[in-house]
C-alpha cells in the first residue's frame, strides 16, 4: 500500500512538473509575442521618425524657397521705391523747367 502511496505522489509530482512545463511553454510564447510586438513598435516609431524628418526636410524646403521670394519681392519693392524717386526728381526738374518758360 506504501508503494501505491508513493506511486500516486510519484505521479501526482510528474502531473505538476508537466503542467508546469505547459505552463512555461505558455510564457515563453506570450514572451515571444510580447518580443516581435515590440519589434513591430520599434519599425513603426523608425517609420513615423523617418517621416517626421523627412517632412521637417520638405518644410524647410518650402521655408527657404518662400524667404527666397520675400527677398525678391523687398528687391523689388527697392527697385520700385528707386523708380519713383527719380520719377519724381524728373517731375520736379520738369516743373522747375516749366517755371522758367
Known amino acids: 500500500m506504501d508503494d501505491m502511496n ?7 509530482i510528474m502531473d505538476m512538473l508537466l503542467e508546469m ?3 512555461v511553454k505558455g510564457i515563453g510564447a506570450d514572451v515571444k509575442d510580447i518580443h ?3 519589434k513591430d513598435i520599434h519599425a513603426d516609431i523608425k ?3 523617418a517621416s517626421f524628418k523627412e517632412h521637417t ?7 527657404a524657397k518662400i524667404h527666397a521670394i520675400l527677398d525678391r519681392i523687398q ?3 527697392e ?3 528707386n523708380s519713383i524717386d527719380s520719377i519724381d526728381n524728373s517731375l520736379d526738374s520738369i516743373g522747375n ?3 522758367e518758360i
Open 57 to 63: 526636410e520638405n518644410m524647410k524646403a518650402r521655408y
Open 97 to 99: 523747367k516749366l517755371k
Open 6 to 12: 508513493d506511486n500516486e505522489a510519484k505521479k501526482a
Open 36 to 38: 516581435t510586438d515590440v
Open 21 to 23: 512545463q505547459g505552463t
Open 47 to 49: 517609420e513615423t521618425r
Open 75 to 77: 528687391e523689388n519693392n
Open 79 to 81: 527697385a520700385i521705391d
